[in-house]
């Protein structure tokens, strides 16, 4: 047998070695890896680290020590933008979602925890010269909106904004405050801390401010989605459910909240 056959005998091993040791291997761990997306835009609750281009923040670092936690191996998942992060999730080709608000609409397709992991203040953002005052959805009647395409800012809102505003819906929060200073919006709706964080990086803190009033404040969650077969069964959303409420009552979230 000459030297080619002998490497060819070999390399056929190799491959057989393979395919009854390797592939198993990686077949059964793949079922203990979590997939979640995440809001790319609302820090410091959830975001893409521009530089690394991973996702970072308090509800990321809150789940991934949950799944941790319960034996299993988060591994984050960039997506683009919160449109895009949601449909992913909804079609079920991703896990988990962080950090939505609870709706009727977003309960057909994902599961939510009984308590939320996080609290939200959502706010009005102007012109720091605008005249708008705000503290009825009616006082916007007329006014032009812009906002986070897929952002929800409770049901009330929203029908509201259906109904008589139709907002205006770009990709980011930094789009948004853009459209604002260039006289195309008269506000922008927008998570208050990770709206204020952005207009100091921006360097916009003193051009647009957030009115006194708030749209709503809320809980924010991690979306189960009822499309995914790792996840959408009892076992694994009471596990994580439980999780998640020990970080809380540890006041873990209030330690994340100090690092970023």
């Known amino acids: 047998m000459n030297l080619l056959n002998r490497f060819c005998l070999f390399i056929k091993f190799v491959f ?8 198993p291997i990686s077949h059964a761990s793949s079922k203990d890896v979590i997939t979640f997306t995440a809001h790319p835009d609302y820090s410091p609750v959830s975001f893409v680290d521009k ?16 799944l941790v936690n319960m034996g299993k191996t988060p591994r984050a998942m960039s997506i683009g933008t919160w449109a895009r992060a949601q ?9 988990l979602l962080l950090p939505p608000y609870k709706t009727n609409e977003r309960e057909e397709w994902l599961w939510f925890q009984p308590k939320p992991i996080l609290m939200d203040e959502t706010s009005l953002f102007v012109l720091k010269n605008s005249s708008l005052k705000f503290s009825q959805f009616n006082d916007l ?3 032009r909106g812009v ?9 009330e809102f929203d029908s509201f904004d259906k109904s008589q505003l139709r907002m205006t819906r770009l990709a980011t929060t930094e789009q948004c405050f853009k459209f604002l200073t260039k006289n195309r919006a008269d506000f922008v709706v927008a998570g208050h801390l990770a709206g204020m964080q952005l207009l100091k990086k921006l360097k916009l803190e003193d051009t647009i401010v957030a009115l006194p009033n708030r749209i709503i404040v809320t809980g924010m969650y991690v979306g189960i989605s009822k499309n ?8 694994f959303i009471e596990q994580l459910n439980n999780e998640l409420q020990k970080l809380i009552d540890k006041d873990t979230h209030k330690e994340l909240l100090k690092k970023y």
Request: glycine residues 6%; charged residues 25%; without cysteine.
């Open 228 to 235: 995914s077969k790792k996840v959408n069964h009892q076992k």
């Open 87 to 95: 449909e992913e999730v909804k079609l079920g080709r991703i896990d």
């Open 141 to 143: 009647l007329s006014k």
């Open 51 to 66: 530089k690394t281009n991973q996702l970072k923040g308090v509800a990321v670092d809150l789940l991934k020590t949950a």
């Open 16 to 23: 057989l070695l393979l395919h009854f040791f390797v592939t």
């Open 147 to 155: 906002a986070i395409i897929n952002d929800s800012f409770g049901p």
